[in-house]
């Protein structure tokens, strides 16, 4: 393998760790091993709550990166119905419930038939989308109100894999395009459900051909490169 020339290859992210700090674990160890700096850029981040696919690129293969990030993303999120938090995912505690009568399994059905196709997404207030240079995330926790502009995104298909209707616990598959936010789809099926939602676990499970079951589990990157031959370069 050669990283100067670019590789490309995906690791499964862990949970509560951002995808920068993976990027960087990545690049820490194989620097050390290559005894070389390398260059390296991931393809579409992660929240630090979320887990799976995230696609890095080394050398001269980052400039591919922006090609990466349009592919199709496919994604596993489990939704609590019946209350929000401010970030509409677990980074923050319910700030909000609401009531859950009349949310069956065929209500849900219905709804999430609105948000396939190419929809406008507010994204959520707590994201990385920039207002007059700053994060809109760090804006939110300075105590700032921040309003933000919809944009369009498209979602291929949504799925429902479970829901149980005791513990108003959904799960669904959804395939979709870049730049469209889950929390924010969680947020806006809970609206159009007459309650609320938000996101308990998400996992990305493909992004263009990559998928989990081809990803490098983070915890076993060294025994990858080892697997892979991958040794210091010597100079001759």
Not at 4 to 33: Q, T
Not at 115 to 142: C, H, M, W
Not at 221 to 231: C, L, P, R, T
Request: hydrophobic fraction near 35%.
């Amino acid at each position: 393998m050669d990283f100067k020339a670019g590789e490309i290859f995906a690791i499964d992210k862990p949970y509560r760790m951002s995808s920068f700090g993976a990027l960087a674990h990545v690049r820490y160890l194989l620097s050390h091993r290559l005894g070389y700096k390398v260059k390296i850029g991931h393809a579409g981040t992660l929240d630090p709550l979320a887990t799976g696919v995230l696609i890095l690129c080394t050398g001269k293969a980052t400039k591919q990166i922006e090609t990466l990030q349009t592919h199709t993303k496919e994604y596993v999120a489990t939704l609590q119905l019946g209350a929000t938090t401010v970030s509409y995912d677990m980074e923050h505690p319910e700030n909000a419930t609401y009531p859950t009568e009349g949310i069956t399994l065929a209500s849900i059905s219905e709804v999430i038939k609105q948000f396939v196709g190419d929809i406008e997404q507010v994204p959520p207030t707590y994201s990385a989308v920039k207002v007059n240079g700053d994060r809109a995330y760090q804006l939110r926790r300075d105590g700032q109100e921040v309003e933000l502009k919809p944009k369009q995104v498209r979602i291929d298909e949504i799925e429902i894999l479970r829901f149980d209707e005791e513990g108003m616990k959904l799960q669904l598959r959804v395939v979709c395009g870049k730049g469209t936010y889950i929390r924010a789809l969680a947020r806006d099926l809970g609206r159009a459900l007459n309650s609320g939602a938000y996101l308990t676990e998400l996992r990305r499970t493909r992004v263009g051909d990559y998928s989990v079951d081809n990803c490098v589990p983070f915890n076993d990157f060294v025994a990858w490169m080892d697997e892979n031959n991958i040794k210091k370069e010597i100079i001759i």
